[in-house]
Protein backbone atom coordinates (compact mmCIF):
# COMPACT_ATOMS: atom_id res chain seq x y z
CA UNK A 1 0.00 0.00 0.00
CA UNK A 2 2.13 3.07 -0.66
CA UNK A 3 -0.45 5.40 0.20
CA UNK A 4 -0.04 4.05 3.31
CA UNK A 5 1.55 5.78 6.58
CA UNK A 6 1.50 2.85 8.74
CA UNK A 7 4.97 2.49 10.70
CA UNK A 8 6.23 6.11 9.49
CA UNK A 9 6.83 9.08 12.36
CA UNK A 10 5.07 12.27 10.93
CA UNK A 11 5.90 15.43 12.68
CA UNK A 12 3.41 18.06 11.88
CA UNK A 13 3.81 22.17 12.75
CA UNK A 14 0.56 23.86 13.40
CA UNK A 15 -1.22 21.07 14.13
CA UNK A 16 -3.76 23.10 16.53
CA UNK A 17 -5.00 24.73 13.33
CA UNK A 18 -7.28 23.96 10.47
CA UNK A 19 -4.88 22.84 7.84
CA UNK A 20 -2.34 20.97 10.57
CA UNK A 21 -5.01 19.14 12.51
CA UNK A 22 -7.18 17.65 9.17
CA UNK A 23 -3.35 16.47 8.16
CA UNK A 24 -2.97 14.82 11.47
CA UNK A 25 -6.18 13.21 11.02
CA UNK A 26 -5.72 11.93 7.38
CA UNK A 27 -2.14 10.76 8.37
CA UNK A 28 -3.57 8.77 11.62
CA UNK A 29 -5.76 7.16 10.06
CA UNK A 30 -3.49 5.86 6.93
CA UNK A 31 -1.48 4.47 9.83
CA UNK A 32 1.34 7.45 10.96
CA UNK A 33 2.62 7.99 14.52
CA UNK A 34 2.41 11.36 15.22
CA UNK A 35 4.87 14.45 16.78
CA UNK A 36 1.69 16.92 16.82
CA UNK A 37 3.55 20.47 17.48
CA UNK A 38 2.13 24.17 17.95
CA UNK A 39 2.85 27.45 20.04
CA UNK A 40 0.95 25.67 22.64
CA UNK A 41 0.49 21.70 22.92
CA UNK A 42 -2.17 20.92 20.22
CA UNK A 43 -4.18 18.84 23.51
CA UNK A 44 -7.35 18.79 21.06
CA UNK A 45 -6.85 17.08 18.43
CA UNK A 46 -3.97 14.25 19.90
CA UNK A 47 -7.21 13.70 22.23
CA UNK A 48 -9.36 12.73 19.61
CA UNK A 49 -6.57 11.51 17.52
CA UNK A 50 -5.74 8.63 20.52
CA UNK A 51 -9.58 8.04 21.73
CA UNK A 52 -9.42 6.24 17.81
CA UNK A 53 -6.40 4.45 18.74
CA UNK A 54 -3.00 6.92 16.88
CA UNK A 55 -0.21 7.11 18.62
CA UNK A 56 0.22 10.66 19.33
CA UNK A 57 2.69 13.07 21.41
CA UNK A 58 2.76 16.69 21.52
CA UNK A 59 5.30 19.64 21.81
CA UNK A 60 4.72 23.50 22.50
CA UNK A 61 7.35 25.22 20.26
CA UNK A 62 7.47 28.83 18.71
CA UNK A 63 9.08 28.17 15.26
CA UNK A 64 10.82 31.48 15.30
CA UNK A 65 12.31 30.00 18.10
CA UNK A 66 15.70 28.48 16.56
CA UNK A 67 16.76 26.80 19.70
CA UNK A 68 13.96 25.12 20.40
CA UNK A 69 13.30 24.16 16.89
CA UNK A 70 16.82 22.39 17.52
CA UNK A 71 15.89 20.89 20.81
CA UNK A 72 12.46 19.69 19.92
CA UNK A 73 14.06 17.71 16.93
CA UNK A 74 17.00 16.43 19.31
CA UNK A 75 14.62 14.95 21.67
CA UNK A 76 12.72 12.87 18.47
CA UNK A 77 13.92 9.49 18.36
CA UNK A 78 13.51 8.98 14.71
CA UNK A 79 11.31 10.72 12.16
CA UNK A 80 10.46 9.97 8.75
CA UNK A 81 8.42 13.20 7.93
CA UNK A 82 8.40 16.61 9.01
CA UNK A 83 5.35 18.46 7.43
CA UNK A 84 6.50 22.49 7.99
CA UNK A 85 2.63 23.97 8.15
CA UNK A 86 2.91 26.68 10.90
CA UNK A 87 1.86 29.69 9.74
CA UNK A 88 0.96 33.55 10.06
CA UNK A 89 -1.29 35.47 7.61
CA UNK A 90 -2.20 39.16 8.77
CA UNK A 91 -4.33 40.96 6.26
CA UNK A 92 -3.22 44.21 7.04
CA UNK A 93 -2.02 47.32 4.66
CA UNK A 94 1.34 48.33 4.12
CA UNK A 95 0.27 51.92 4.68
CA UNK A 96 -0.29 51.11 8.16
CA UNK A 97 2.57 52.72 10.34
CA UNK A 98 3.27 49.34 12.67
CA UNK A 99 3.73 47.47 9.14
CA UNK A 100 6.99 47.31 9.03
CA UNK A 101 6.99 45.39 12.30
CA UNK A 102 3.84 43.04 10.84
CA UNK A 103 6.37 42.04 7.93
CA UNK A 104 9.61 41.21 10.04
CA UNK A 105 7.13 38.70 12.02
CA UNK A 106 5.32 37.48 9.05
CA UNK A 107 8.72 36.44 7.10
CA UNK A 108 10.05 35.11 11.13
CA UNK A 109 7.09 32.99 11.40
CA UNK A 110 6.56 31.49 7.55
CA UNK A 111 10.23 31.63 6.36
CA UNK A 112 12.48 31.31 8.76
CA UNK A 113 10.52 29.28 11.49
CA UNK A 114 10.48 27.07 8.44
CA UNK A 115 14.04 27.09 8.15
CA UNK A 116 14.49 26.62 12.08
CA UNK A 117 12.82 23.44 11.77
CA UNK A 118 14.49 21.95 8.80
CA UNK A 119 17.40 22.70 9.09
CA UNK A 120 17.90 20.44 12.14
CA UNK A 121 15.42 18.10 10.50
CA UNK A 122 17.56 17.69 7.39
CA UNK A 123 21.02 16.99 9.54
CA UNK A 124 18.79 13.74 11.18
CA UNK A 125 17.17 12.72 7.81
CA UNK A 126 20.85 12.42 6.21
CA UNK A 127 21.97 10.09 9.72
CA UNK A 128 18.70 8.08 8.79
CA UNK A 129 19.37 8.79 4.78
CA UNK A 130 15.84 9.21 3.95
CA UNK A 131 13.15 10.85 4.82
CA UNK A 132 10.29 13.36 3.95
CA UNK A 133 9.62 17.22 3.84
CA UNK A 134 6.43 18.58 2.74
CA UNK A 135 6.21 22.25 3.26
CA UNK A 136 3.11 23.95 3.38
CA UNK A 137 3.27 27.28 0.93
CA UNK A 138 0.10 29.28 -0.39
CA UNK A 139 -0.97 30.25 -4.13
CA UNK A 140 0.13 33.42 -2.95
CA UNK A 141 3.60 32.54 -3.50
CA UNK A 142 2.86 31.59 -6.56
CA UNK A 143 0.48 34.68 -8.03
CA UNK A 144 0.14 37.16 -5.28
CA UNK A 145 -3.00 35.74 -3.87
CA UNK A 146 -6.50 36.26 -3.74
CA UNK A 147 -6.39 38.88 -1.17
CA UNK A 148 -2.84 38.37 0.66
CA UNK A 149 -0.33 41.33 2.05
CA UNK A 150 3.35 41.72 0.54
CA UNK A 151 4.86 40.30 3.67
CA UNK A 152 2.98 37.06 3.10
CA UNK A 153 3.36 36.60 -0.71
CA UNK A 154 7.32 37.54 0.14
CA UNK A 155 7.13 34.73 3.02
CA UNK A 156 6.04 31.82 0.60
CA UNK A 157 7.54 32.80 -2.54
CA UNK A 158 10.53 32.26 -0.24
CA UNK A 159 9.03 28.86 0.36
CA UNK A 160 8.84 28.36 -2.94
CA UNK A 161 12.32 28.86 -3.68
CA UNK A 162 13.48 27.07 -0.83
CA UNK A 163 11.66 23.74 -2.03
CA UNK A 164 14.04 24.38 -4.97
CA UNK A 165 17.14 24.52 -2.73
CA UNK A 166 16.77 22.19 -0.18
CA UNK A 167 15.80 19.38 -2.74
CA UNK A 168 18.71 19.68 -4.77
CA UNK A 169 20.36 18.89 -1.22
CA UNK A 170 18.60 16.88 0.07
CA UNK A 171 17.97 14.45 -2.79
CA UNK A 172 21.31 13.03 -2.87
CA UNK A 173 20.53 11.38 0.98
CA UNK A 174 17.18 9.80 -0.46
CA UNK A 175 15.32 13.00 1.18
CA UNK A 176 12.35 14.31 -0.89
CA UNK A 177 11.66 18.07 0.07
CA UNK A 178 8.55 19.15 -1.42
CA UNK A 179 5.47 21.75 -1.04
CA UNK A 180 1.27 22.01 -1.55
CA UNK A 181 0.33 25.63 -2.61
CA UNK A 182 -3.75 25.91 -0.86
CA UNK A 183 -5.77 28.23 -2.06
CA UNK A 184 -8.31 29.75 -0.11
CA UNK A 185 -8.99 27.52 2.66
CA UNK A 186 -11.92 27.72 4.81
CA UNK A 187 -9.80 28.12 8.68
CA UNK A 188 -9.12 30.46 11.24
CA UNK A 189 -6.54 31.96 9.07
CA UNK A 190 -9.17 33.21 6.73
CA UNK A 191 -12.27 33.34 9.15
CA UNK A 192 -13.03 37.54 8.79
CA UNK A 193 -12.25 37.89 5.38
CA UNK A 194 -14.77 37.93 2.00
CA UNK A 195 -13.21 35.80 -1.06
CA UNK A 196 -14.81 36.45 -4.85
CA UNK A 197 -15.83 32.56 -4.92
CA UNK A 198 -16.23 33.25 -8.63
CA UNK A 199 -12.66 34.11 -9.37
CA UNK A 200 -12.30 30.84 -7.63
CA UNK A 201 -12.92 28.88 -11.07
CA UNK A 202 -14.22 25.60 -9.22
CA UNK A 203 -16.39 28.30 -7.75
CA UNK A 204 -15.52 27.60 -3.47
CA UNK A 205 -13.04 27.59 -1.15
CA UNK A 206 -10.79 24.44 -0.26
CA UNK A 207 -11.90 22.64 2.81
CA UNK A 208 -9.01 21.80 5.45
CA UNK A 209 -9.48 17.87 4.02
CA UNK A 210 -9.24 18.75 0.72
CA UNK A 211 -5.37 20.26 1.05
CA UNK A 212 -4.53 17.92 4.15
CA UNK A 213 -5.22 14.73 1.55
CA UNK A 214 -2.25 15.99 -0.83
CA UNK A 215 0.22 16.35 1.88
CA UNK A 216 -0.38 13.01 3.04
CA UNK A 217 0.11 12.00 -0.71
CA UNK A 218 3.57 13.08 -0.47
CA UNK A 219 4.37 12.48 2.54
CA UNK A 220 4.23 8.68 1.16
CA UNK A 221 5.94 6.15 -0.61
CA UNK A 222 3.48 6.92 -3.45
CA UNK A 223 5.49 10.30 -3.97
CA UNK A 224 8.88 8.83 -3.67
CA UNK A 225 10.08 10.22 -7.19
CA UNK A 226 8.39 13.56 -6.27
CA UNK A 227 11.21 16.35 -5.36
CA UNK A 228 11.35 19.84 -5.37
CA UNK A 229 7.67 20.06 -6.58
CA UNK A 230 5.23 22.46 -5.45
CA UNK A 231 1.76 21.19 -5.54
CA UNK A 232 -0.98 23.82 -6.49
CA UNK A 233 -4.22 22.99 -4.34
CA UNK A 234 -6.32 25.31 -5.18
CA UNK A 235 -9.26 25.27 -7.28
CA UNK A 236 -7.89 26.54 -10.61
CA UNK A 237 -6.96 29.65 -9.19
CA UNK A 238 -3.40 29.63 -10.48
CA UNK A 239 -2.91 26.37 -13.11
CA UNK A 240 0.90 26.12 -13.44
N1 LIG B 1 -6.27 28.95 5.13
C1 LIG B 1 -5.86 29.36 3.93
O1 LIG B 1 -6.62 29.96 3.13
C2 LIG B 1 -4.44 29.10 3.51
C3 LIG B 1 -4.12 29.30 2.17
C4 LIG B 1 -2.81 29.08 1.74
C5 LIG B 1 -1.86 28.64 2.64
N2 LIG B 1 -2.20 28.45 3.94
C6 LIG B 1 -1.14 27.98 4.84
O2 LIG B 1 -1.54 26.80 5.48
C7 LIG B 1 -0.86 26.67 6.73
C8 LIG B 1 -1.87 26.35 7.81
O3 LIG B 1 -2.77 27.44 7.95
P1 LIG B 1 -4.29 27.30 8.43
O4 LIG B 1 -5.13 27.79 7.33
O5 LIG B 1 -4.50 25.94 8.99
O6 LIG B 1 -4.31 28.41 9.57
P2 LIG B 1 -4.59 28.30 11.12
O7 LIG B 1 -4.48 29.69 11.61
O8 LIG B 1 -5.82 27.52 11.38
O9 LIG B 1 -3.33 27.44 11.64
C9 LIG B 1 -2.03 27.95 11.72
C10 LIG B 1 -1.35 27.29 12.91
O10 LIG B 1 0.01 27.74 12.95
C11 LIG B 1 0.34 27.99 14.31
N3 LIG B 1 1.39 28.99 14.42
C12 LIG B 1 1.35 30.29 14.00
N4 LIG B 1 2.47 30.92 14.34
C13 LIG B 1 3.26 30.00 14.98
C14 LIG B 1 4.54 30.06 15.58
N5 LIG B 1 5.25 31.20 15.60
N6 LIG B 1 5.05 28.92 16.14
C15 LIG B 1 4.35 27.77 16.13
N7 LIG B 1 3.11 27.66 15.57
C16 LIG B 1 2.58 28.76 15.03
C17 LIG B 1 -0.96 28.56 14.91
O11 LIG B 1 -0.96 28.48 16.33
C18 LIG B 1 -2.02 27.72 14.23
O12 LIG B 1 -2.36 26.57 14.99
C19 LIG B 1 -0.13 27.99 6.93
O13 LIG B 1 1.23 27.85 6.59
C20 LIG B 1 -0.83 28.93 5.98
O14 LIG B 1 0.00 30.01 5.59
C21 LIG B 1 -3.46 28.65 4.39
Not at 42 to 71: N, W, Y
Not at 89 to 108: G, I, K, M, Q
Not at 189 to 197: A, L, N, S
Amino acid sequence: MPFSLTGKVVVITGAAGGIGSETARVCAGLGASLILADREDPLEIAGELRAAGASVQTCAFDVRDRKACEDFLQRVPRLDVIVANAGYCPWDDWNDPDWDDVFHETVDINALGVINLLRPGLDKMMQQRGGRMVLVSSVAGRMGGLRASPHYVIAKGGINALVKWLARKAAPYGITVNAVAPGATATNMVRDQVFDEQAIPLGRMASPREIALPIAFLCSDAASYICGTILDVNGGVYMN
